[in-house]
C-alpha cells in the first residue's frame, strides 16, 4: 500500500457548526428514551453541547436509575435514529451561515481532505447531512460510534484516512473545527490545530478561553477561512 502525504485534514463538528438541526436530535433522543422507559424529557437537566451520543445516553441512563450495561444500547439507537428520520424535516432546522460557501471552496482541493468528528453516532449524522444535501463534501468521518470519548477521535479519523484512503496526515496537519470547548480540547493532545465558532452555546470569550488557536463568529468570510487554514502548512 502507497502511502501519499497530504497537506491538511479538516474536520467538522456538525450540530450547532455545520447546522441547526431545528431541536431534531434532541426531541429524537427524548422520543426514544420516551419510548423504551417511559420517561418523558428525559434529557432535561442533561447538557448535551458537545458530548457523543452514547455519552448522552449514559447519563440519560445513570439520571433516571438504568443501568447502561444491559442490552439497551441498540435498541436505544435504533429507536432514536427512527426518530431522527420522522424529525429532521422541519421549519426551524438550517445550515449555519457560509457553511454551503466554505465546504464548496474547500471540497475537490488536493490540499485537504474532508471529514467530520462528531458525537453523532454515524447513521444519526448521514441523516442529518443527507437532509441540508452535504453529506458527499466528507470523506472520511470519526464519530460518536467509534467511542464514547470525544477524544480518541482524532486518531481513529486519521486511522481511517491511512486504512480506507491510504493517505497519511501528521496529527499536527489536522485541524478541528468546532463551536464547544469540548471540540476544542479533542485537538489539543494531539498538536492538531483548534478553530472555533461562536454559532452555537458558547460564547467567543469562552471558545477562546478553552484554547481555540482561532475564533470565528461564523463561516461566512470564505476568504478569512481559507486564510486561516493555510497558516501552519508544513512542507
Request: proline share 3%.
Amino acid at each position: 500500500m502507497v502511502i501519499v502525504k497530504i497537506v491538511k485534514l479538516i474536520l467538522f463538528d456538525i450540530d450547532g457548526t455545520l447546522m441547526d438541526s431545528g431541536g431534531a436530535g434532541t426531541k429524537a433522543l427524548s422520543l426514544a428514551f420516551e419510548e423504551l422507559f417511559s420517561i418523558r424529557d428525559a434529557f432535561q437537566d442533561i447538557s448535551l453541547a458537545g458530548k457523543t451520543d452514547p455519552q448522552i445516553l449514559r447519563e440519560g441512563l445513570a439520571r433516571h436509575g438504568f443501568d447502561d450495561s444491559n442490552g439497551v444500547v441498540p435498541g436505544f439507537f435504533d429507536a432514536y435514529l427512527k426518530h431522527l428520520s420522522l424529525h429532521i424535516d422541519n421549519r426551524k432546522g438550517h445550515l449555519k451561515p457560509g457553511v454551503r460557501e466554505a465546504l464548496s471552496a474547500l471540497d475537490g482541493r488536493d490540499d485537504c481532505v474532508l471529514g467530520l468528528l462528531t458525537g453523532n453516532i454515524e447513521k444519526g449524522a448521514k441523516i442529518k447531512l443527507d437532509h441540508y444535501g452535504i453529506s458527499g463534501c466528507f470523506h472520511i468521518g470519526a464519530y460518536g460510534s467509534d467511542a464514547e470519548d470525544r477524544n480518541v477521535l482524532l486518531p481513529v479519523a486519521v486511522e481511517k484516512l491511512s486504512r480506507d484512503h491510504s493517505l497519511s496526515v501528521d496529527f499536527r496537519d489536522c485541524v478541528v473545527i468546532g463551536d464547544t470547548p469540548r471540540d476544542v480540547e479533542c485537538s489539543k493532545p494531539y498538536g492538531a490545530r483548534a478553530l472555533a465558532v461562536a454559532t452555537g452555546p458558547y460564547s467567543r470569550e469562552e471558545l477562546i478561553s478553552a484554547g481555540a488557536d482561532v475564533v470565528f463568529d461564523d463561516l461566512s468570510d470564505t476568504q478569512r477561512l481559507l486564510s486561516v487554514l493555510s497558516e501552519g502548512a508544513r512542507s
